[in-house]
């Protein structure tokens, strides 16, 4: 996954890019100075539902804790953000029109923006284990269940 960062301090330029592979946890590193580079970690999980209310933690390095971050799946909006600590940032996923990739935008109140390419999957679990709810194994079959 690509990452791309902008500051204002830097005219929103792109100040960097970097290849976020989460198995191999591989960093990304902001342009602010201020409190630290921050860096982004990992994205877990990296998939959900189209249907969203998916709870994701973005693991790094010197969040800021005094401000207020936004995040964008695609161009959908999440509606809850968390700050957990200067490490974790805890967001719900917000609903999808049509499976398939999506960037993470990390947008923090003073300016910083962080663009993770492809770093979220939805995916259309219709048929998944609910749908089957309260059904039994047909009469016949072989099975620990008795009835």
Request: proline share 4%.
């Amino acid at each position: 996954m690509e990452i791309f960062l902008r500051t204002p301090r830097f005219l929103r330029a792109i100040c960097a890019a970097a290849t976020l592979t989460t198995a191999a946890g591989a960093l990304a590193t902001g342009c602010d100075k201020a409190g630290g580079d921050v860096q982004i970690n990992s994205i877990d999980p990296t998939s959900g539902a189209l249907q969203g209310e998916q709870p994701v933690r973005v693991e790094g390095k010197n969040f800021r804790t005094d401000i207020g971050y936004t995040v964008y799946f695609g161009n959908q909006r999440a509606n809850q953000v968390t700050i957990l600590d200067d490490k974790t940032l805890l967001v719900v996923s917000p609903s999808a029109d049509a499976a398939g990739p999506v960037d993470i935008t990390i947008r923090a109140d003073d300016g910083a923006a962080f663009r993770i390419a492809k770093a979220f999957k939805y995916e259309d679990m219709a048929g998944n284990v609910v749908e089957q709810f309260g059904a039994a194994p047909k009469k016949g079959k072989k099975g620990n269940l008795a009835y």
